[in-house]
């Protein structure tokens, strides 16, 4: 199974790097990492809460002490509510980083003048595909 995930995410890196550099595309381009950072994030989601949520795993055997196990269904919500604020806050960056990023895009030509202007070291604060 591990051999076939390599493989497919071997297969569409290629695909994209491919299309891309044909298309000379940058929409492509940010469509394509949207979708796989989207679906990554999804997943790691669902995994999250199927593993940790006592309400969604799969029940253990009978024979536990019941306050142990009260104990570690706690435990779990605890962790898990970290683990959301820790995604979120992920998610967020990841939704700044994606703004900046279709901001250079937009206004390339108008930055590069700027940055330009600027000179180095401060216009490499306007290197917004760089600091993404």
């Not at 299309?19 to 790691?44: E, K, M, S």
Request: proline share 2%; aromatic share 16%; glycine share 6%.
């Amino acid at each position: 199974m591990m051999i076939l995930i390599f493989i497919f995410t071997v297969s569409l890196a290629v695909f994209v790097s491919v299309y891309y550099h044909y298309l000379q595309d940058p929409v492509f381009h940010q469509n394509a990492f949207a979708l796989l950072t989207a679906t990554n994030i999804f997943r790691g989601w669902y995994q999250m809460e199927h593993t940790l949520r006592p309400s969604r795993r799969v029940q253990r055997s009978k024979c536990r002490d019941v306050k142990a196990q009260m104990r570690e269904d706690q435990r779990d919500l605890n962790i898990l509510a970290g683990m959301w604020t820790l995604s979120l806050s992920g998610v967020a960056n990841i939704a700044i980083g994606f703004f900046i990023w279709n901001l250079d895009n937009i206004f390339c030509s108008h930055i590069r003048h700027w940055r330009r202007a600027l000179g180095l070291p401060w216009g490499i604060l306007l290197e917004g595909h760089g600091w993404w």
